[in-house]
């Protein structure tokens, strides 16, 4: 059975970092692309960033260019998702995702097929 843990988040202040963590269990010995999306409160969730299946590449939505960081620790099974410079309104449950097959695209929500159970992050002004 796929499992995907997330652990980290919680409450900071504007300008603040937090770094999230996702750790893969029940998919060992498999390479696949994973991301992030985050759900606002009364808003429908969106892409945050992702990578590919051998960590080649890395993708990330306009709004977190350049202050996110996605990357992944293989020999851990663990996606990580470092965030800088946070503002209110990254406030939100963030989600990390896995492909089981490599759709070639890494933006939309209905190419993943597991997700983790979210972990909230509010940041104040």
């Known amino acids: 059975q796929v499992q995907l843990v997330q652990s980290g988040g919680g409450l900071v202040q504007a300008g603040s970092s937090l770094r999230l963590s996702c750790t893969v269990l029940?998919?060992?010995?498999?390479?696949?692309?994973m991301g992030w999306f985050r759900q606002a409160p009364g808003k429908g969730r969106t892409f945050v960033a992702s990578l590919t299946w051998n960590s080649d590449k890395t993708y990330y939505s306009d709004s977190v260019k350049g202050r996110f960081t996605i990357s992944r620790d293989e020999s851990e099974h663990t996606l990580f998702l470092e965030m800088n410079s946070l503002k209110p309104e990254d406030t939100a449950v963030y989600y990390c995702?896995?492909?089981?097959?490599?759709?070639?695209?890494?933006?939309?929500?209905?190419?993943?097929?597991?997700w983790g159970q979210g972990t909230q992050v509010t940041v104040s002004s």
């Open positions: 995702a896995a492909q089981l097959y490599n759709s070639g695209t890494y933006s939309s929500e209905v190419n993943y097929d597991y």
């Open positions: 029940g998919l060992t010995g498999a390479r696949y692309p």
